[in-house]
């Protein structure tokens, strides 16, 4: 078996309610299925939504951290503030924009390899 690391995954959100329904349980189901993954935390930063993403992660997923912005600051600062709120050895980026981005290939991929 080969080393386990622990990883948070940062997720900036704006406006992207049915990415997040649509893609999410990939993610998860990906982690929770990772023999390399010991721990791993999601992080969702919401950029000052319009649509109900908020409401839609705080009923379905409580046990994401869920942070928000007041007002819409854009990618870089909406990032930064997902990556300072990180605890595990390494952080995993994905962008909501990308639709097939949040997909068990890609984080088992990247877990694989590291």
Request: proline letters at 3%.
């Amino acid at each position: 078996m080969g080393k386990q690391s622990s990883i948070s995954v940062v997720i900036p959100n704006y406006c992207g309610q049915s990415l997040l329904e649509k893609y999410l349980p990939y993610l998860l189901s990906a982690l929770n299925s990772s023999k390399q993954v010991s721990s791993y935390e999601v992080i969702i930063v919401d950029d000052a939504s319009l649509d109900n993403s908020v409401t839609f992660l705080e009923t379905f997923y409580p046990n994401i951290l869920l942070l928000q912005n007041e007002k819409n600051v854009g990618f870089s600062q909406t990032i930064n503030k997902g990556i300072f709120a990180a605890t595990k050895n390494f952080i995993f980026f994905l962008n909501n924009i990308n639709n097939g981005a949040i997909n068990s290939i890609g984080v088992s991929g990247f877990i694989s390899s590291h």
